[in-house]
């Protein structure tokens, strides 16, 4: 239960995290650029403490391959925050937010494609409820043209759903670091990849409710979020993971209509229904159903 509720919490709190960015008052590049630097410093303190306190009888040789793994993977995740801010910028939480976790569908299609995984009819139809759903919570029938629903920021988001389920992918061919040292990894690469497209002006005029929410953002919504989704992810069953992960678009949506008074019309909730409907697909739990069960004499 314990487990359970750490990451119930974790997902919560991300939960907030498009709230507290539209306080901060910086652009994307610079608030992930932040990010990236609370994160490396918390969770690199919480690393070399933990390694210091751990004796391990045999050193473990990890691949250098691992570490290339590590960087590309960091690198797909450093432009999906970047996008997935930008979204946030041009668009209601809620309409971003909804785009953004499509993707576990684009998981499932890219596997599709690189890992040749076979795609269920079932699969497929989840998928077109998806599209269907972003369409709708886009707000495609306000526009009387395509270049016009595009301009509206839907492009950011998906964007950033895309490299977050790349982000996933390469994720998978990491198997001996530990998932605590490769985000520290990926954060300090964010640190480098980004100083140089930083506008050090945008940090000139900020207040001091404007650094609380940077402060927030940073050491609370990246670095703290993540050291308690990566203590309990492993103690966790994937369905349970499964079901867990919804606490964070809700919340993200429940704080944009009440606190920011985000009102979405009958099409966009439409949307958001289909969205939840589609991502809430599994292959696993497709193949269980397809399984003939077996029963056993006594």
């Known amino acids: 239960m314990y487990t359970k509720l750490k990451f119930a919490i974790s997902m919560a709190i991300f939960g907030s995290v498009g709230l507290f960015s539209?306080?901060?008052?910086?652009?994307?590049?610079?608030?992930?650029?932040?990010?990236?630097?609370?994160?490396?410093i918390l969770l690199g303190t919480i690393w070399g403490v933990s390694t210091l306190k751990?004796?391990?009888?045999?050193?473990?040789?990890?691949?250098?391959?691992?570490?290339?793994?590590?960087?590309?993977?960091?690198?797909?995740?450093?432009?999906?925050?970047?996008?997935?801010?930008?979204?946030?910028?041009?668009?209601?939480?809620?309409?971003?937010?909804?785009?953004?976790?499509?993707?576990?569908?684009?998981v499932l299609l890219l596997g599709s494609v690189i890992f040749k995984e076979k795609i269920t009819t079932m699969g497929l139809v989840f998928f077109f409820i998806c599209f269907v759903g972003t369409l709708l919570v886009g707000g495609i029938h306000q526009y009387t043209t395509m270049t016009g629903f595009l301009s509206t920021g839907v492009l950011w988001a998906f964007a950033a759903a895309f490299f977050y389920a790349l982000t996933s992918?390469?994720?998978?061919?990491?198997?001996m670091l530990s998932p605590l040292l490769t985000t520290v990894i990926q954060t300090s690469l964010g640190i480098f990849l980004l100083i140089p497209l930083v506008d050090w002006s945008n940090f000139m005029h900020l207040t001091i409710e404007n650094w609380f929410y940077i402060l927030v953002t940073g050491f609370i919504h990246t670095g703290f979020v993540f050291y308690l989704f990566f203590s309990s992810l492993r103690e966790l069953k994937a369905q349970t993971i499964a079901?867990?992960?919804?606490?964070?678009?809700?919340?993200?949506?429940?704080?944009?209509?009440t606190i920011l008074n985000y009102r979405p019309d009958v099409y966009q909730l439409l949307g958001i229904f289909l969205v939840f409907v589609g991502i809430s697909y599994s292959p696993?739990?497709?193949?269980?159903?397809?399984?003939?069960?077996?029963?056993?004499?006594n």
């Open 243 to 257: 079901i867990l992960v919804f606490v964070d678009p809700v919340i993200a949506i429940l704080l944009d209509v």
């Open 169 to 175: 992918i390469t994720g998978k061919g990491i198997q």
């Open 54 to 106: 751990t004796q391990q009888p045999k050193k473990v040789s990890i691949p250098r391959e691992e570490y290339l793994l590590a960087l590309l993977c960091g690198v797909f995740l450093i432009v999906n925050w970047v996008f997935f801010f930008r979204s946030l910028e041009v668009m209601p939480i809620t309409v971003a937010v909804s785009i953004y976790h499509l993707a576990p569908v684009i």
């Open 22 to 40: 539209e306080k901060t008052g910086l652009h994307s590049i610079e608030l992930v650029f932040v990010r990236c630097l609370c994160a490396s």
């Open 284 to 297: 696993k739990k497709e193949r269980n159903l397809e399984k003939p069960k077996v029963i056993r004499s």
